[in-house]
């Protein structure tokens, strides 16, 4: 059986995912990370030497089959296009695209190619998110109507390390993150089960600022609300990576029929409802419990991060590369990059009191001409480029002098 070679660009994230790769029989041949400090970090947790580079157009010119793409969350396509023109493979964290236009670029790219990608999206398979596809497409929910989705990820404003460690400097992507961009944790698992495409959307805001003494956040919003139109009728409901309440991952779907949920506070259990005059065979009104994996490879599954999720997701990618085959719905390119357009028009959304946007199909030509050219980012770019819309939806917030100072002695404690 071959060992697949595979490079990893982003020693941060990245180690967490080649770890599962390994397990999978692959073989990491290189690391790449512009950050010397966490280029020597990763390489400590990898457990064995590797070539690492800096540079990543002299990285992708070792011999490899495929790329895992960790780097900065904004800045994945022209490394993803990078790896296209030369045949390799792609394992693209979330999201494809930092703005509209890369979306455009990487799709033309990407049918050029022969290469796989898949985005690296890993809730879905998290165990109750299983649970509900396979209910979903057993079909007793009735047609599907609704449903929620919340990646709800509050950080302790004083968390120092996680400054340190995550952000470590001001124009950090991090500083400048508008709530609805960071999407893919809350849409994606319910695109999975349901297999709608959002179509349409809108959304609003919570503006409220962590008042830390060394918190550099620009973007002083806790959440998103996003709302979607989908291409079944369905409406989904999600946040981005909202800080309100305690932490959780929450989600429901609603049919005709029934309803499905994951339990706030209650680890992996489900509740699965139905009206009292359409409940199926062999079940009760009232479905209260836990799910089982049913897969073959479990005890690497309970090793693995995000609720097994890394471990499983890795395993889809090397499927694919070794079928030949592209990923299914929502983990391919055309879902990646309509998930990044409903994170990028959900904001923009936001700057212009909740109005909505279509949300282009760039299989259209006349949808890429559109927005081939729109380049809008709230995000500085490693290559020193500056924001050029707001990343908050109070448009004037910026942290006050005292706190970018109070962030900069933390980086130098």
Request: aromatic share 12%; glycine share 8%; with cysteine.
């Amino acid at each position: 059986m071959k060992r697949y070679k595979i490079g990893i660009f982003g020693a941060g994230r990245g180690i967490d995912i080649a770890k599962n790769l390994m397990l999978l029989d692959c073989d990491i041949v290189a690391l790449c990370d512009f950050n010397e400090r966490r280029a020597a970090e990763g390489l400590k947790k990898l457990g064995y030497d590797v070539s690492v580079y800096e540079d990543f157009d002299s990285f992708i010119e070792q011999e490899m089959d495929a790329v895992v793409l960790a780097n900065y969350f904004h800045e994945h396509a022209p490394y993803a296009i990078k790896c296209f023109e030369k045949g390799i493979h792609v394992f693209c964290e979330c999201i494809s695209n930092g703005t509209m236009a890369q979306g455009v670029e990487l799709l033309r790219a990407y049918e050029k190619s022969k290469s796989v990608f898949m985005i690296a999206e890993n809730y879905p398979q998290m165990i109750f998110n299983r649970e509900m596809k396979r209910v979903c497409d057993g079909g007793t929910l009735g047609r599907i109507l609704y449903a929620e989705g919340e990646y709800n990820h509050p950080v302790d404003p004083e968390d120092t390390s996680f400054y340190k460690d995550c952000i470590y400097y001001v124009e950090h992507w991090r500083n400048f993150l508008p709530r609805s961009y960071y999407i893919t944790h809350s849409l994606a698992p319910l695109m999975w089960s349901t297999g709608a495409t959002p179509k349409r959307v809108s959304a609003s805001s919570v503006f409220a600022p962590f008042e830390s003494k060394s918190c550099a956040r620009f973007a002083g919003d806790r959440a998103a609300i996003i709302t979607t139109m989908n291409d079944d009728g369905s409406v989904f409901k999600v946040t981005g990576c909202a800080a309100f309440g305690a932490h959780h991952n929450a989600y429901r779907i609603c049919g005709t029929e029934g309803q499905i949920e994951n339990l706030r506070g209650m680890g992996s259990k489900i509740m699965l409802r139905y009206n009292d005059w359409s409940i199926p065979e062999g079940m009760k009104e009232v479905n209260l419990y836990d799910p089982e994996w049913h897969d073959k490879d479990e005890d690497f599954i309970n090793q693995s991060g995000h609720g097994g999720g890394d471990y499983i997701v890795a395993r889809m990618f090397l499927d694919c590369i070794k079928e030949g085959k592209e990923p299914e719905h929502p983990y391919d390119i055309h879902s990646a990059v309509t998930m990044s357009s409903v994170a990028i028009l959900a904001h923009r959304s936001i700057l212009n009191n909740g109005a909505a946007y279509d949300i282009p199909d760039f299989r259209l030509e006349e949808c890429r001409k559109e927005y081939e050219n729109d380049r809008q980012t709230p995000f500085y770019g490693s290559n020193g480029s500056e924001p050029n819309i707001p990343c908050c939806s109070n448009q004037d917030y910026k942290p006050t002098p005292e706190q970018i100072q109070g962030f900069l002695d933390v980086l130098n404690s």
